[in-house]
């Protein structure tokens, strides 16, 4: 059986990493692949190392987290530090060691085995993990699935019922080649068996809602529109409970929250609940008010249907290009 064995910093993984280790992995019996990092680092090393182990099934993935020199004049026996890493990590003898950096051929030799270099000039995947932190909406197709949630940018369409949200949020995901999370709150209504509604409604809703999210992140572009969220759902369950929740936050905030005015015609679609204008207006007043409250980034979408797509496509480049609009 002969042994291959990887090393890098993985920050963040992208494309060229995963081609990198499946080559290797079709090239011996048995791969390891050690994930380094410092305490300083600008991506946690757990969450890197965690990424590396849904990318790699089959590998054996470890992480190594303690300070170690980066660069050879950084310590004057910085080869020996590193070849007593990489025993530790792989005890057994290392047939192949390999990588796309110059330095594999050196620690290579310090490790008796094989140096075996891989697309040096990244000819396959030009990109690096640099690119990927400075802008990556620009190297977003080299961005693998599970790292994309850590980068992209969500915005909800928010607000009270009959505004548009739907038919936004398909919209928007279309016009920017992206997906969309449906909304789940009105699936659960139409499918549930009893009559009153309880907490655990909207605790199951919210559920539903966190993990359809999690499974479209992955497949989604740098923009991911959701209609409605956890956040207004929370507004829902006070509405119809007639109870206010508890205070605190219990689900991350978006980066741009769309409030849709109350300015165009209510439709009964057979699952609404606001055909008083009242109440709809009552509904979206406490949707502003709690988004005030929590200190979300949001802007007021209002006007005609013109109107509407030119607010939302100047609120979403905004938010695009500088992570919050101003």
């Known amino acids: 059986m002969t042994h291959g064995f990887l090393l890098g910093k993985f920050m963040p993984p992208h494309a060229g990493h995963v081609f990198l280790c499946k080559t290797a992995a079709q090239l011996c019996d048995r791969l390891t692949v050690l994930v380094c990092s410092l305490p300083g680092d600008p991506i946690p090393g757990m969450l890197r190392f965690a990424w590396m182990k849904d990318l790699l099934p089959g590998v054996r993935v470890l992480h190594y987290d303690s300070p170690a020199p980066q660069e050879p004049q950084d310590h004057p026996e910085f080869w020996d530090i590193w070849r007593n890493i990489c025993r530790r990590a792989h005890p057994e003898p290392i047939d192949f060691l390999f990588g796309s950096e110059t330095y ?168 609404r609940y606001q055909a008083e204008p009242a109440a709809r207006e009552q509904f979206h007043l406490r949707c502003r008010q709690l988004l005030e409250q929590v200190g979300a980034n949001w802007r007021l979408i209002s006007g005609s249907a013109a109107e509407r797509w030119s607010q939302c496509l100047a609120a979403v480049a905004e938010v695009s290009r500088n992570g919050n609009p101003q």
């Open 104 to 271: 594999v051929t050196q620690l290579a030799a310090e490790l008796e085995a094989e140096a075996m270099v891989l697309d040096s000039a990244r000819l396959a995947f030009p990109v690096s993990g640099t690119a990927v932190r400075q802008n990556p909406a620009s190297v977003w197709r080299f961005v693998p699935g599970p790292v994309r949630p850590y980068y992209q940018k969500r915005v909800i369409l928010f607000g009270a019922e009959s505004t548009g949200k739907t038919t936004l949020a398909k919209a928007l995901a279309w016009h920017f080649d992206t997906l969309h999370v449906p909304e789940y709150g009105r699936t659960y209504d139409a499918n549930r068996k009893q009559a009153v509604w309880t907490k655990d409604d909207f605790a199951a809703i919210a559920r539903g809602h966190e993990a359809m999210r999690a499974a479209i992140a992955p497949e989604a572009g740098y923009l991911l529109f959701e209609d409605t969220d956890p956040l207004l759902t929370r507004v829902w369950e006070e509405y119809l409970l007639g109870e206010t929740p508890p205070n605190e936050l219990r689900h991350p905030l978006a980066d741009l929250y769309l409030l849709l005015d109350t300015d165009i015609p209510w439709h009964d679609d057979g699952t």
